[in-house]
């Protein structure tokens, strides 16, 4: 398996235009994550989906920030409009349902995401 | 609110010795927890985990020990290699939770 993907690896945009960042989840998986990874706060969890479903977005930081996830391979963050204060490392994460909640996740490499 | 906490931000060991990582959580329900390494420029990778049940669990070089009374668990590396050389965290969750609380990292620096 080729683990979760995402893409692009690097995103170079200018205040104000719209970002999306693009993720793959282990064939199988059920549940999808994606987290910003910043030096002030760690690694924060933005919204999570079970069965291509949103669950949990009270890690949404604005309404500038949306996710979907259409079917059970592709999941896209879109940012619009960005900010530099968005600016930080964007992960997705994938895990099976364990049968109580979510197991081990597994991360993709990561979007680093860089606003001027 | 910080469910999971890593005070130590950053640790330095001399190759071949311990290196002990730590982890405090809040949270009396999480019962699964797990340790993750990633270094730059990459995502986190998982290392080990450890459930409820045990108080200990062990993977080659690396041992994970669970304190429940104190809340607290810890990542013992021995030997210690330059190669692991990361920022280590650390995640909690519970039975039918369908997320983790991840500390902050702690980044561990393995000087030959």
């Known amino acids: 398996d080729a683990g979760v993907i995402q893409s692009p690896r690097h995103e170079v945009t200018e205040m104000g235009q719209e970002v999306t960042l693009r993720c793959k989840p282990i064939s199988g998986h059920d549940y999808l994550f994606w987290y910003r990874q910043t030096m002030m706060r760690g690694l924060e969890l933005l919204i999570y989906f079970n069965n291509n479903v949103p669950i949990d977005d009270s890690g949404m930081p604005e309404d500038r920030f949306s996710a979907k996830m259409p079917n059970a391979s592709f999941s896209t963050l879109k940012i619009q409009p960005s900010e530099p204060r968005d600016s930080a490392v964007y992960f997705c994460?994938?895990?099976?349902?364990?049968?109580?909640?979510?197991?081990?996740?597994?991360f993709g490499p990561g979007t680093r995401l860089t606003v001027l | 609110d910080q469910q999971v906490k890593q005070n130590s931000p950053s640790l330095s060991v001399q190759e071949g010795r311990i290196s002990i990582l730590n982890c405090d959580y809040t949270n009396s329900m999480f019962d699964y927890f797990l340790w993750y390494k990633k270094y730059p420029a990459e995502g986190p990778t998982f290392l080990i985990s450890i459930s409820s049940i045990k108080d200990k669990n062990e993977d080659g070089r690396f041992t994970v020990f669970l304190n429940k009374s104190a809340k607290h668990l810890s990542l013992h590396i021995v030997p210690s290699q330059p190669g692991d050389s990361a920022v280590y965290f650390c995640a909690a969750s519970a039975r039918n939770f369908n997320k983790f609380y991840f500390g902050s990292g702690t980044k561990l620096n393995v000087k030959p």
């Open positions: 994460a994938s895990s099976a349902d364990r049968g109580r909640g979510t197991d081990t996740q597994y």
